[in-house]
Every structure is written in structure tokens, then in C-alpha cells.
């Protein structure tokens, strides 16, 4: 009887744990963490219905030869840190020799942090080319009260971090749409990045573009050496809509024209939408909030819900 019990022991403590709700991002990422759970659930299971611990060894936790993997975690080492404005980083990952994450465009990726001992799961768009060598880079927000925020903040050169994927993404395909109008709030700027490079860096791809970015103040504008250099192709435009500012006096005045103070509001969106060149196809990331009143202006704007996709 003794040794039954030893051995329900021995298999319990080879039970894998269920995931806390901290532990999910919240994405919609395939495999979630829940079903990389079942599928361990499944496999201690079997195994254990016939009582063959050897069934267990292809349960890897984590990986290390920095291949991007969607169902298990790699290590990568951070390779440089930089404060974009007083909450948001940008953070920039080795890759081993000239590899490359090969993202599709918009992916997002899943970091895990342990912070007070829970383990926290977050997504985020890397900002750097899906085929950019030895390196991606990350745009990050810390919040004052964020669980991951208070991990992140900690991170230096050199430090090892765990991620997961890719996850999601928009399926662009050059020329597929006349104009894309991109309404992003903060860091929702992230996941328009790779494709706005892509159409620029694609001299066969004539798709417009109409960027609108979201940010409290002119200070807060992440990226802007790289957003002024983008508003210089011919078919690419940018916006900001800044909710905190009052006037435009004080602001360069290469950006005053380009620039709404305030929210962006129905009225507004009417007002862009009708500048747009060709009839857009809306690409929506922001806040839970953001992404629902953005969904809701377009349609009062004559814009259906099959020409948006929301990150």
C-alpha cells in the first residue's frame, strides 16, 4: 500500500500545473497556453495510464538554440535598452548570427516574467522588419501599477528574457487593398510599422497609406525620426491626433498641418476618411476601449466591419 502511494506521489508531482488566468495574454494566440497545458495534461495522462515515466521526456519547458517556437519558450539575450519617451522603451534582442525571427507582418510574440513569484504572460509586436538579421527589436510601455512592467523595467544588456510564437498577424499581400487607413493609439503604433516598411521598401507596391497615430502629447509621439522619414514616400501619409494638447503653436512647424488636437472623434474620422484616396481598408490596435469606439465611428462613417481587422 506504501509503495502505491510513493509511487501516485511520484506521478503527481509529474502532473503539469494548470496555467493562472495571469498567465494567458489575452491574444487569442494558438496554441494558448491553455491548450499547451491540455496537450500536457494529455501526455502525463497516457503516460501515467501506463505507468511509463519515459512517455514525459519530450515535455520541453524552454529552448535554447533561439528558434521562435510558438509552444515553448527560448531564451533571448537583450542586446541594447532605450528610453523613448518617460514610459515607453524600445528594446532590442540578439539573435544568433544573421538569423532572423521571419515574422508575417503584424505578428505578435508572447514574453513570460515572473514577478513576485506569478508568473505573467504579455504579447507584443516587434517593431523591427520580419526578416531583419541578428536582431528584433521590441516597443514596450511600462505602467506604474503592470505586473510585467515592473519586470521589464528591471531588464539591462545582457539579460535573458523569455519568449513565445508568432501569434496572429494581418495576412497583407502587396496591392491588395488601394489605401490602408491605420488608427493606432500609443503603442498600437507597433504592429503598423513592419507593413508601412514593407510597403515602402516595395517599389512594385502602390498602395496608399493613411496613418493615424494617438498619443496624449507631442513629447509622447514614439518613433518620430522613423515616422517622418515614412510620410516622405509619395504614397504614404501620417496624422497625429493629440489629446492632451491644446494648440498647435508650439509644435514644429512641419507637423502643425498634419497635426488635430483633441480626440479622435466621429467628426474626425469622417474628415480623414474623406481625404483618403481610394476607399480604405482600416487596420484598427489600441486600447479595448480605443479599438470599440474606433469600430463604432467607422460605421457611422459608411465603413463595414469586413473592411477592418482590429490586432
Known amino acids: 500500500l ?32 491553455y491548450d499547451v497545458y491540455e496537450k500536457e495534461l494529455a501526455q502525463w495522462e497516457r503516460a501515467k495510464a501506463m505507468q511509463d ?11 535554447s538554440n533561439s528558434e ?6 527560448t531564451a533571448f539575450s537583450v542586446s541594447s535598452v532605450e528610453q523613448l519617451t ?42 523591427s522588419p520580419g526578416n531583419a538579421e541578428g ?26 528574457v523569455f519568449w513565445r510564437g508568432p501569434f496572429g498577424g494581418f ?4 496591392n491588395q487593398h488601394g ?12 504592429p503598423m510599422i513592419p507593413i508601412l516598411q514593407s510597403i515602402a521598401d516595395d517599389e512594385e507596391d502602390e498602395t496608399f497609406v493613411t496613418l493615424v497615430g494617438c498619443f496624449p502629447t507631442f513629447d509622447k509621439i514614439y518613433l518620430k525620426p522613423l515616422l517622418q522619414d515614412l510620410a516622405r514616400y509619395w504614397n504614404i501619409r501620417v496624422f497625429y491626433v493629440l489629446s492632451q494638447e491644446t494648440s498647435l503653436e ?45 469600430t463604432r465611428y467607422l460605421k457611422a462613417s459608411g465603413i463595414e466591419e469586413d473592411s477592418c481587422f482590429v490586432f
Not at 24 to 32: E, I, L
Not at 53 to 63: F, R, V
Not at 135 to 160: H, N, P
Not at 277 to 282: M, S
Open 135 to 160: 536582431y528584433f527589436e521590441v516597443l514596450i510601455k511600462c505602467y506604474e501599477a503592470g505586473l510585467m512592467s515592473q519586470y521589464i523595467k528591471t531588464w539591462k544588456r545582457g539579460d535573458v
Open 171 to 174: 495576412p497583407y499581400r502587396p
Open 86 to 127: 518617460e514610459d515607453t522603451y524600445q528594446y532590442k534582442f540578439e539573435l544568433p548570427g544573421n538569423s532572423s525571427l521571419r515574422l508575417s507582418l503584424g505578428q505578435h510574440i508572447v514574453l513570460r516574467g515572473v514577478v513576485n513569484g506569478l508568473e505573467v504572460q504579455r504579447a507584443y509586436t516587434p517593431i
Open 250 to 294: 508650439k509644435l514644429p512647424w512641419s507637423y502643425q498641418e498634419n497635426t488635430y488636437t483633441g480626440r479622435l472623434n466621429e467628426d474626425l474620422m469622417k474628415t480623414i476618411i474623406s481625404s483618403c484616396r481610394r476607399k480604405p481598408f482600416v487596420l484598427i490596435c489600441g486600447s479595448s476601449a480605443f479599438n470599440e469606439d474606433m
Open 179 to 190: 489605401e490602408l487607413l491605420m488608427l493606432a493609439s500609443g503603442t498600437g503604433l507597433a
Open 68 to 73: 521562435l517556437n510558438p509552444d515553448t519558450f
Open 53 to 63: 515515466k519515459s512517455l514525459l521526456i519530450g515535455k520541453k519547458e524552454q529552448s
Open 2 to 33: 506504501q509503495a502505491m502511494s510513493d509511487n501516485e506521489q511520484d506521478w503527481l508531482a509529474l502532473r503539469p500545473q494548470e496555467p493562472s488566468p495571469s498567465q494567458c495574454c489575452g491574444s487569442g494566440c494558438k496554441p494558448c497556453i
